[in-house]
């Protein structure tokens, strides 16, 4: 759960890349072990790209680190709990643990747990008040 | 019914552009009003990445043509039943109508359709055998 924290961190300084190119702040991190082998930000405006979640990027990198589809014995740490389309990536990378900061309190209709492999680990509320307030800051700017 | 055809024949060109390169023949198109705008096939072991679906990939790249996240006035025509991940990227795009050839008879335990934007309309069953056996063929000589 320390090591949780420490890594929700680096997840949350990506959040804080993206906010400085004015993308909705999501980061993200895939540690394998104990090594970050993949740092990405929310880029669907700067792509141009519905599908550029920070979750995305981060397991193409890691995937390609690794040189593996498979992301074993890796934890991905996200600052917003993941869409479906993220989850469902996850799914396919056969992921160990995924470890989300924020609570993703707008898209409830879909139970997202079920999308996941079985062999997944799901684990919510990592330093969630830091997490939920760079998005919520976000959007009070915005108004 | 005669459009969703002729595209579809060409979304299933692609799914035997992945067959040559020995990945899971899956293909896909983007039609923007009667206009291809994106062709991609199934590249996850080419691109040793769990997320290169032929759907992903149309996606994206159908909004770089059009600069928009959003693939207004279009059509994803694919071979097969998209999955989770691409269901849920569907939904960001907010894409008009999803054509799919062959059911997916594997992921049955989640409700895919629930994971579409409300205002995408999805068809199925569109050339199913050929899209279908395509898929099956190559899993049988792969015994």
């Known amino acids: 759960m320390v090591d949780d924290v420490f890594y929700m961190k680096l997840a949350l300084q990506e959040a804080f890349k993206a906010l400085d190119k004015d993308e909705i702040p999501i980061g993200a991190i895939v540690v394998c072990g104990s090594k970050v082998i993949a740092k990405a930000h929310n880029l669907t405006e700067t792509l141009c790209d519905a599908s550029a979640h920070a979750e995305m990027q981060a397991f193409t ?3 390609n680190y690794l040189g593996s589809k498979y992301l074993k014995d890796c934890t991905l ?4 709990e993941p869409c ?3 989850a469902g990536a996850a799914y396919w990378t056969q992921i160990d643990r995924v470890v989300f900061g924020a609570y993703d309190k707008k898209h409830i209709n ?11 680990q799901l684990v919510g509320g990592v330093l969630e008040d830091e997490c939920a307030s760079v998005i919520s800051d976000y959007f009070k700017n915005k108004r």
Chains 1, 2 share one sequence.
């Open 61 to 63: 990198a890691a995937s």
């Open 84 to 86: 479906a389309m993220c």
């Open 77 to 80: 740490y996200v600052t917003l």
């Open 110 to 120: 879909v139970d997202k747990k079920t999308l996941y492999h079985p062999k997944t």
